[in-house]
């Protein structure tokens, strides 16, 4: 059957996907709690500023992948390409301003303008914590560890870790000049995309994954080793702590990440289960600038990609868990065994019993095949002669048994 489709880069998830999709929001609430963290909800959109000071506008999501609109008053608006910006927003209320710390996590909806392809959708799902107010290394570790066990139990083991430090702000300097002196000699035979990011951001050309330009970021100046001396000491407190709880991780020189707010500690996980966008989640410490505070919020946290989480555990084979199915399909032989089956369905749910039936007269075989389609657990067949003797036959669908159970004793039996 022909369907409509959706947006490019959307998609509509049915009953049969959704099981697995909680699957992975109640991991992530039961795991996130032993470490202490609750659920936030934001907005879905925010005040454009949001994203354009949080995330900085020389960010390629700011420049060139947002929804923005304006609502009915003149206000831009957007809808959020990503969940720590408008977290954070909604923390600037708290005490996490002044240094106290707030852990918090989210899931739902992101918006970003990027070219369709596998796993790269225009509407994805992020599974996103933040731990904002407080800096300290072992924060780092932790956030880190906990990503790792959280994709460990919800059946995306086998990923790699990818570790870097964007040192603080002010420790750049030399290591920013070193990059753009050994760039600008090989300027020539890079990307546009490089050739701009050159003097705008020179940190961003280390992400580049175009061929041309390959093998002078292989080539270029390890940055973090020009970093000062407090900034490389904590990134050594990250390792060992990540060492003394057992997460195996890759130092990774060249990772930067894709959104300015970085500073100390990045991290990504991929998976080679996963094609071109093997990037299954990201984060990492950042100073985040909120609309209306002179002072940026501190954080550090991380956000997994559903749609990518999905597909990593289809690829090992892991099973969703069964939809909901309907504990008995009550199949009406007759005008009066419909009106004693609609009453019948109605005190069943009200005890708890799922129950599925048909409102319109069908035949015995039609029926069984709504009860097959449904994978109904059992089905209670009433006729004229049931309706006469008080007592009906329940069918269990997946032995093929079947017995005879008075009207009065047909809840006690469902119940049990
Ligand atoms: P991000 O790396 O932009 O980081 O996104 C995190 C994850 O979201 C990615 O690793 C990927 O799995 C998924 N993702 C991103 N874009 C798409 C897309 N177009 N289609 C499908 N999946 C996608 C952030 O968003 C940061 N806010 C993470 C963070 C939280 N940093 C600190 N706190």
Redesign the pocket.
């Given at each position: 059957m022909s369907k409509s489709s959706p947006p490019p880069g959307t998609s509509d998830i049915f009953a049969d996907e959704v099981t697995a999709w909680l699957e992975l929001e109640n991991t992530a609430r039961r795991v996130f709690s032993l470490y202490g963290y609750g659920e936030i909800r934001t907005p879905i959109f925010e005040f454009t500023e949001v994203f354009q000071r949080g995330l900085g506008n020389e960010t390629e999501v700011v420049q060139k992948e947002m929804y923005t609109f304006e609502d009915r008053g003149g206000r831009s608006l957007t809808l959020r390409p990503?969940?720590?910006a408008g977290v954070m927003r909604a923390l600037s209320g708290t005490e996490a301003m002044n240094g106290v710390e707030q852990r918090v996590f989210y899931m739902g909806p992101m918006f970003?303008g990027?070219r369709p392809s596998a796993?790269?959708?225009r509407q994805?799902h992020?599974i996103?914590v933040?731990n904002a107010g407080k800096v300290s290394p072992e924060l780092d570790a932790e956030s880190i560890a906990m990503l790792a066990h959280y994709l460990n139990e919800v059946g995306a083991g086998g990923f790699e870790l990818l570790i870097n430090t964007r040192g603080v702000k002010e420790d750049r300097g030399p290591a920013e000049a070193a990059l753009r002196e050994h760039f600008a000699a090989h300027i020539d035979e890079m990307c546009e995309d490089c050739r701009n990011r050159l003097e705008r951001n020179v940190w961003r050309i280390l992400d580049c994954k175009q061929e041309c330009c390959r093998k002078h970021i292989d080539n270029a100046p390890d940055a973090a080793s020009l970093f000062g001396e407090s900034s490389r000491d904590y990134f050594k407190r990250v390792c060992d702590m990540l060492t003394t709880w057992n997460v195996p991780f890759k130092v990774e020189p060249r990772l930067v990440?894709?959104?300015d707010y970085y500073v100390h500690t990045v991290f990504e996980l991929t998976h080679t289960a996963l094609g071109g966008q093997n990037?299954?989640?990201?984060?990492?410490r950042?100073e985040l600038t909120v609309p209306g505070f002179n002072k940026p919020v501190q954080g550090v946290?991380?956000?997994?990609?559903m749609?990518?989480l999905l597909m990593v555990r289809e690829a090992a084979g892991r099973m969703a868990p069964a939809g909901v199915t309907p504990d008995v399909f009550l199949v009406s032989l007759g005008e009066k065994a419909l009106a004693y089956n609609g009453k019948l369905a109605g005190d069943l749910r009200n005890a708890g019993v799922s129950v599925a039936l048909e409102y319109e007269p069908k035949s015995m075989k039609s029926q069984m095949r709504s009860a097959d389609r449904l994978k109904a657990k059992n089905v209670l067949i009433l006729g004229e002669t049931e309706l006469e003797s008080g007592v009906a036959v329940l069918k269990n669908m997946a032995d093929g048994s079947q017995k005879t159970v008075p009207f009065n004793e047909i809840q006690v039996e469902l119940t049990k």
């Open positions: 990503e969940g720590t970003r990027e796993g790269r959708r994805f992020q996103g933040e990440r894709g959104l990037a299954i989640a990201g984060g990492g950042y946290g991380f956000a997994a990609g749609e990518r």
